[in-house]
Each structure stands twice: as C-alpha cells, then as structure tokens.
C-alpha cells in the first residue's frame, strides 16, 4: 500500500530526506559484490515533487529509506555480500546526481530546477527508481530519461556500474542509446487539447471520449443488464446494439434530462427502441424490461455460471438444460471441491487445445477457486503482482519491460485480473530475447510457488494481414497466481495473464490488451474501414500489400492509425 504521510517528516536539516519512523520492508536486496559500504560515496537522489501525487511520492521515498536500511543491516550483520545500489535522498537538487521526475517537458521542469542545473544531471522517471531498487543496482538510463531534450544529458552520466540489459556488459554506443530510447511510462497526465479533438458524436468509440464512470453511469448499468442478457441467450446481433449504445453513452458530456432527449437524435446507434428505454429511465429511473430481466430466474442462473472462469453462454445454457440451477449444483456435477484444485497445473504448458477435456479441466479450476477469484484486486496489488513477475522474469532474462495494460490501465480502482504485456528493451535484439520467454517465466513462477495453474498458454503466430477472427498471436500463459503463504498479501488466488511481445508490436500489444473491449472493436473498424489497415494485439498491417508498422510509442499506434491520442483513462467505452 502507498503510504500517506506529509512529506515535511522526511526532511532533515542538511536537505537530506529520511524517514521519522521506518515500516518493515518486505524488499530483497539483491547481492554483487563485496564491499566495505561505510567507505561507498551514495548516488545522491532528488525527487521532484511536481506531477507526483503525494501517496506516490511517499512511496518512492519509503522505497528507498527501506532499501538503505536493508543494505546497512547487512552489512553491519557481516552478511560479507551487500548489493552495489547505495543510494541517498537530497532534498536539494543542485546536491544531486540523480533527479527523479514524472515531468517530461523541458520547459515544465525548468520550472523547478535552473536550467544550468538541470543539464548538469541524469534526468529519469520514477520506473528508474522502483526498477533499479527491484534488481539491486543502478540500472542505465536509456530507457528511463524523463525529458526528451534532456536525454543526452542524461545518458552522459549513465553509471557503467549498472549491468547492461543485452548480452554486452559495457554501455552502448550513444547513437544505438537514442535509437533504442522509447518509454515505457504509462502515467501520461490527460491532455486537455487532445480531449477537446474528441466528439460524443463520433460514430467510432476511438473516436469519443469515455471515462471510467460517466454522467449517466445508472443509466449504462440499467442498460447492460438487458445486454447481458441478450450474451448469455447468445443473440449476439442483438447484445452488440446494446453495447453500442451504452458505449455512445459513456461519452455523453451531461446528464440526460428531459431536455437533452432531442439532441439524443443526433448520436449513433440510438434507435427508436433505445431511445424509448432512455425516455423511460429518464422519467421513471428504471427500465421495466431491465427489471424484469433480474427478476427472471433462468438469467439469474445463466449469470451465475457465466461468472465462472472457462464457462461462457453456451456452455451456461448447455448446463442449464441439464437441469442445473445453482453453482453449488455445478460443484456437485464436475465433482469439484470448492476451494481445492489438485488437476495437475505443469502439463498446460504444452500449448493450449479446444478439446473437450481441456475445457472441462479449466472449468474445473475456476469453479474450485470461484470464491477467490470473484474478489477483485485493488491497485496495490496490482502493482505488486506486476513487480514481483517481473523480478522472477529478470533471472530468467535481463531487460525486460512490462506495462500493466486492462482495466488497471483505464483507472479502474479493482481489477478482476492482472494483464501484464511484457517485451525487451532492445529494439534490435529484442524480438530473439523475448521469443520462448513466456514458457520458461511461468514454469519459474510454477516452481517458486507463485503460479499455481495454468489456464492457457499459447506460442507465438506470425501476425496475418488477412486473418479475420481477432485473438492476437503473442506468446501469453492465462493464469492463477497466489502469494506464498508468509508474504504480507492475503493468499488470495488471483487471475494474472501474461502477454509477451516482441519490441516492434509491444505498443500496439498495450493498446490490445488496455480495452475496453468495445473500444478495441472500434480501433479494428476504424482501421479496416477508414485506413485499410488491419489492428490487433500483434501488429497493424496494410490491407493491400501487408506493410508491417512498428510504432516506438503509444502516441505512434495512434498516429499510424490516423487517430487522436486517447489517454487510456478515456478508453472505458464499455459499462
Ligand atoms: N481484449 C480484447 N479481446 C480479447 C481479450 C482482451 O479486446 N479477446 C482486451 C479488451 C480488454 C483487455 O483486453 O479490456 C483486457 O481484458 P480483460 O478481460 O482482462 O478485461 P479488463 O482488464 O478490461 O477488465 P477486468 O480484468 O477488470 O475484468
Ligand atoms: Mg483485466
């Protein structure tokens, strides 16, 4: 959890930062080298305050007091190994090596720290701070500078103590540094002029500003429920009319009164029957047919077994017909003990079949762990899962960046799962180092305990400028993941999917796997029937002669695609 303390209590008289009282600290500390650490000069650390919230803030300075304390008391404990990161907080930037920021316009930082000053230091983004603490040494900056202008000032004072990502242990030439530098920095503030180029009244929900809860947010959830039910009757033509137009709504600036029911003609996809329900709701706050829907009890039952990892509407109406009713029904008919899942996890790692046995396998996991997994995840955890896969994957191979992509990524405070997309920082030699990779993390985080099943895994497929069904064709394990029984985490099971991508279709894999799903629907649309072009997780094609694109940013796969930027916090066109 961030901790939430005035950041006043960490300031000491020399500017140096340090903590008033110390929480114990569940990081590891990872050994290099023998050294006398009283002899060691620290890396002088500034964090800038400005765009950093304060819960973030205390975070990353309690990082690091907690790190420092770890490594002291190794030290002190004649544990003879203490790991090569000694770092020290400064309160005043001119002191510093090192400036820690989440700004990354030249001018805004100016704002803060001298020019004359600035130029004079390493310049990097708070992922420098969490990533280098998280493998135990300084890393290189070149993923990691946080101004663009400031970038070869930046990479000037590059520690070479820092272990390199790709095979060479010394520092790239600087021109391979710039051509390899590309962030992997999602906290992106929203950026008011780009909203502005957005319209409710776009008939692509890439196209429309949506927030995670919106104006008429009672109004969508009324709405889904009757889509939902139109899902699990398996009347998709149907469901998708209502996803359209509960995506139309979540852009909806105000919220609908009767006086705005005439300027609903001039929105997409709002027919006469949707525009009727909106009237109804409107006046009456409810929509009967949406009443009725929850009150029937075959959706109750389809609903409940629809929630069940592996069970989708025609496996819940196939059960239904069977006569079953409730979960606990379902329990008693695949002879699953709730809570105990003993199938064998290891022998999925052999790519994923369709067959009737493996469905039924996965079916079996998630009614077993149903109680688990129907807890949603709060950020936090999120954020930890996502740390604690990617040190696993580092003994495995260096390098590695991940995002956190799905609801996480559109500000969803709970997530149902964990979606990390995870490629290698090297542009060049990265799509080899990836290759496999997804296999080798998941039997590691099996071995470590930390994977518990494996509800799918799949190698990777060349992307198809022709195929027309859209599952991506990355390398990704679906799976459960656990903490061990004395980490400070509940053992709760959660879903996490891991998705691996080479580094030329990393950021069109974020954009995949950010949503929300209707939002996806559009960007495929908009692609194929305005640019002639073809998008999914793994690639963006043209249509006519199969050009391949490789954007080097997020903004990259919007402007290939011909589109606005949307921050991913505008990208919750679903209810
Ligand atoms: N996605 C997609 N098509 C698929 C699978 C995923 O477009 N076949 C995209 C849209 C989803 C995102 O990937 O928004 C992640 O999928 P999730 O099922 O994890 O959904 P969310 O992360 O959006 O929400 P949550 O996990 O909280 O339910
Ligand atoms: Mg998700």
Same mark, same amino acid.
């Given at each position: ?253 105000? *919220? ?54 592996? *069970? ?33 996890? *290891? ?15 996965? *079916? ?212």
């Amino acid at each position: 959890m961030p901790f939430k303390r005035p950041l006043r209590s960490y300031t000491c008289d020399d500017g140096s930062l340090s903590p008033s009282d110390r929480p114990s600290s569940s990081r590891r500390i990872r050994s290099s080298s023998p050294r006398n650490i009283e002899e060691e000069k620290p890396l002088l650390i500034y964090i800038l305050p400005a765009k950093i919230r304060p819960e973030a803030m205390s975070e990353l300075v309690m990082l690091v007091e907690d790190y420092k304390i770890e490594r002291v008391t190794m030290g002190h404990q004649g544990r003879g190994v203490i790991s090569e990161l000694n770092l020290q907080l400064t309160g005043d930037a001119e002191k510093a090596n090192i400036v820690v920021t989440a700004i990354h316009m030249r001018q805004r930082l100016e704002r803060h720290i001298d020019s004359r000053i600035a130029k004079t230091k390493a310049i990097v983004t708070p992922s420098w701070l969490r990533d280098s603490l998280t493998s135990g040494q300084p890393l290189p900056y070149w993923n990691y500078a946080a101004v663009h202008d400031l970038e070869d000032e930046t990479l000037r004072h590059c520690p070479d103590a820092g272990q390199d990502t790709s095979s060479s242990s010394s520092l790239r030439s600087h021109s391979q540094e710039k051509e390899n530098s590309w962030r992997t920095e999602p906290d992106e503030p929203i950026e008011v002029t780009e909203v502005e180029l957005l319209s409710h009244k776009a008939r692509y929900s890439c196209l429309r500003p949506s927030p995670l809860v919106c104006p008429n947010q009672s109004l969508v959830e009324e709405i889904n429920i009757i889509r939902r039910s139109r899902h699990l009757e398996g009347e998709e033509r149907s469901m998708l009319s209502y996803s359209r137009a509960i995506s139309v709504i979540k852009a909806y600036p105000r *919220i609908i009164t009767q006086r705005d029911l005439h300027d609903l003609h001039e929105l997409p996809f709002l027919g006469e029957k949707l525009y009727s329900m909106i009237q109804e709701f409107v006046k009456t706050g409810r929509i009967a047919e949406a009443q009725t829907i929850l009150a029937d009890s075959r959706f109750q039952s389809l609903s409940a077994f629809d929630t069940i990892y592996g *069970i989708g509407p025609h496996t819940a109406r196939r059960l239904y017909d069977l006569g079953l009713r409730t979960l606990e029904e379902l329990e008693q008919y695949y002879e699953v003990i709730p809570g105990a899942s003993n199938e064998e996890t *290891i022998s999925l790692l052999e790519e994923s079949t369709n067959t009737e046995a493996a469905v039924e396998k996965t *079916i079996k996991i998630g009614l077993a762990l149903r109680h688990d997994l129907s807890h949603t995840i709060p950020r936090p955890e999120v954020e930890e899962i996502n740390r604690t896969v990617m040190q696993e994957l580092s003994h495995i191979q260096k390098g590695c960046k991940s995002v956190i992509a799905g609801g996480y990524r559109r500000g969803k405070p709970q997530s149902n799962d964990v979606d990390i997309v995870i490629t290698h920082a090297d542009w060049e030699l990265g799509s080899q180092k990836v290759k496999g990779l997804c296999k080798k993390l998941v039997q590691r985080l099996h071995e470590q305990g930390l994977v518990t099943h494996v509800m799918h895994i799949s190698g990777f497929h060349e992307h198809n400028a022709l195929r027309t069904h859209h599952w991506d064709s990355l390398e990704k394990a679906l799976t459960v993941f656990a903490w061990p029984h004395n980490s400070s985490w509940p053992r709760v099971y959660r879903r996490v999917d891991l998705i691996f991508a080479a580094p030329e279709v990393f950021w069109t894999a974020v954009v995949g796997w950010t949503g929300s799903t209707m939002f996806e629907r559009d960007l495929r649309l908009w692609a194929k029937q305005q640019k002639g072009m073809k998008f999914d997780s793994s690639g963006i094609s043209r249509r006519h002669d199969s050009k391949l694109y490789y954007p080097r940013t997020e903004r990259d796969v919007f402007k290939v695609l011909g589109l606005v930027h949307v921050h991913p916090t505008m990208r919750n066109a679903d209810a």
